[in-house]
């Protein structure tokens, strides 16, 4: 699915480069963002429509590999193989869980409606945090923010979607497209900031196999006892 090169990741023909800041747009109390992310994980979302594949989104998960916060959340995990990571839901969540600045930029293969997108990301969103028994009205209010910055948004092939998650600040989402300046929003809901998390990041249930997949093959190796 995807070809490396010693800089960049090439995902679908699209380049994810290997290191990445994600000092760009943070808010002023994230004083951790200007921390250097490496690109941790690759993927694809589709679905399969008369046995033809539909490719809509390439996907890069982006973390400070290199911090001690994040490797101490995931020593439990030394030793145990790709296969082994993938059906551990503990991993995925102590991954969602480490207190350190994270970036998903997913860049859009198939042009869709961004409105279509937003619906998508409010009822995972939405599901995952009453099936936790963390959705209020503050909750549904960030959710209705997000789903409303979509709203007027089309994703033409090439768009790019940046979620940056700060330690103790929520998240940030940007969408760029050739030809407009880029748009922000702040997703001040910490549930809600983790639950778009999990949607990507959340193991069996995250909305990218191929992304989960990816990041435990990558993570076996970076836990892998000297």
Do not use: C
Not at 58 to 64: C, N
Not at 82 to 110: C, N, S, Y
Not at 153 to 180: L, N, Q
């Amino acid at each position: 699915m995807g070809s490396e090169t010693e800089t960049v990741v090439t995902v679908e023909g699209i380049p994810f480069p290997a290191e990445i800041t994600a000092a760009e747009g943070k808010p002023p109390a994230a004083a951790a963002a200007a921390a250097l992310l490496s690109l941790v994980g690759t993927g694809i979302t589709d679905i399969e429509i008369h046995f033809l594949q539909i490719k809509y989104n390439a996907i890069g998960v982006y973390l400070p590999t290199t911090d001690d916060l994040l490797l101490a959340r995931l020593h439990a995990f030394r030793g145990k193989s790709a296969d082994e990571l993938l059906g551990d839901e503990t991993f995925f969540q102590a991954l969602v869980d480490a207190p350190v600045p994270k970036l998903l930029r997913v860049v859009v293969i198939k042009e869709i409606k961004g409105a279509q997108y937003g619906v998508q990301l409010e009822s995972a969103v939405r599901d995952r945090l009453v099936a936790a028994d963390k959705f209020d009205e503050e909750e549904e209010e960030a959710l209705e923010q997000v789903a409303e910055f979509f709203q007027s948004k089309y994703f033409r092939p090439g768009s790019v979607v940046t979620f940056r998650f700060f330690p103790g600040a929520a998240a940030e989402i940007t969408f760029a497209t050739e030809g407009k300046g880029d748009a922000r929003v702040a997703v001040e809901n910490e549930n809600v900031a983790a639950m778009i998390q999990k949607w990507y990041l959340g193991g069996a249930s995250a909305v990218s196999p191929t992304t989960v997949w990816s990041l435990a093959e990558r993570f076996a190796a970076l836990l892998s006892p000297a």
